[in-house]
């Protein structure tokens, strides 16, 4: 099966600036992958100034009711960070993101995603072989039932 996790999500921006003068997180999230491997990228600005936090810390968790999967995040620019998600099995998951630091609000959002795959001994599939071959059946399929509604409306018209 093909494997297919959504997280377009952003922290929501705040109502007012902090009181305690800290700075509030807006975090925008993509994801590029499939399967059960997923990358995860993470602007993080400040909801006001709009500027990068430099001192921002982001926490990344998967959790699916019985276990949980952390994931080590990356910071890769000032205001961008990444991580490598692996999913150990296909199901529901909860993904779960925090973000704090020196004089930053606390800030937490968490996205419901279902991954999709296989479990192998070298890592995860997102079906291999086999996602080709049904793919490869169900386009045979649709290009014959094609071929047959043109032979019957050929028919029709003599």
């Known amino acids: 099966m093909l494997g297919a996790l959504c997280l377009?999500?952003?922290?929501?921006?705040?109502?007012?600036?902090?009181?305690?003068?800290?700075a509030q997180p807006n975090v925008a999230t993509?994801?590029?992958?499939?399967g059960l491997a997923w990358t995860i990228?993470?602007?993080?600005?400040?909801?006001?100034?709009?500027?990068?936090?430099?001192?921002?810390?982001?926490?990344?968790?998967?959790?699916?009711?019985?276990?949980?999967?952390?994931?080590?995040?990356?910071?890769v620019q000032v205001e961008?960070?990444?991580?490598?998600l692996v999913f150990p099995r296909p199901?529901?998951?909860?993904v779960q993101v925090r973000v704090d630091g020196d004089q930053v609000a606390p800030?937490?959002?968490?996205?419901?995603?279902q991954a999709v795959g296989d479990s192998t001994a070298q890592?995860?599939?997102?079906?291999?072989?086999?996602?080709?071959l049904l793919v490869g059946l169900c386009?045979?399929?649709?290009?014959a039932a094609g071929a047959l509604a043109a032979v019957v409306v050929l028919r029709r018209r003599r």
Not at 107 to 113: A, E, L
Not at 126 to 131: A, E, M, P, Y
């Open 30 to 34: 993509t994801v590029e992958g499939s």
């Open 80 to 84: 961008l960070f990444r991580c490598r």
């Open 107 to 113: 800030t937490t959002f968490s996205v419901d995603v």
């Open 8 to 22: 377009a999500a952003s922290a929501p921006p705040a109502a007012a600036h902090d009181p305690l003068g800290r």
């Open 123 to 132: 890592g995860v599939s997102s079906g291999g072989t086999r996602v080709a």
């Open 41 to 75: 990228a993470f602007r993080v600005r400040d909801v006001d100034s709009g500027n990068p936090i430099p001192s921002a810390v982001l926490g990344v968790r998967a959790v699916d009711g019985g276990s949980t999967v952390g994931c080590d995040v990356t910071r």
């Open 91 to 94: 199901g529901d998951w909860n």
């Open 139 to 143: 386009l045979a399929g649709l290009a």
